[in-house]
């Protein structure tokens, strides 16, 4: 692969030093200029300090704060703990996923949207619980309602 020149990690490099031991503050800075760290940031990364890629990924995938993929503009969290899907989360789920024309975890084509699951939020007695962008709780949900939520978000 083609080893090309990335700014935002130069920046990095420039600010904590051209050594191994800057990698969590490089990986760090990088992910807060580009918001992931994409493969081929992680080579470039690789190549200029000189540490194997494995070691790299194996670094980036014990922190959970760095993330190897973009998340969309609006992140849905819908539960499928035991109370919420026995009110009806995986139809939530599916509902949601229906209208986006995504599976769980993809991310629309305009970047947008992406639905991922939790076991659990702990408002059980709100089931089906959904939540949006980690604060916008809603909860005693039918599909309808979380069609007609989504589509306030939808709104440019
Ligand atoms: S099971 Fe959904 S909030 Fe507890």
Redesign the pocket.
Known sequence: MEITNFPAVDREIKKWGLRSESLIQILHGTQESIGYLPEEILSYIAEKLNISLSKIYGVVTFYNFFKLTKDAEHVITT?L????YVKG?EKILNALCNKLNIKPNEITKDNKFTVKTVR?????GF???MIIDGKDIYGKLSENEAIEILERYMIP
């Open positions: 539960c703990g035991t109370a919420c989360g659990c939020v702990g408002c059980c089931a089906p619980v």
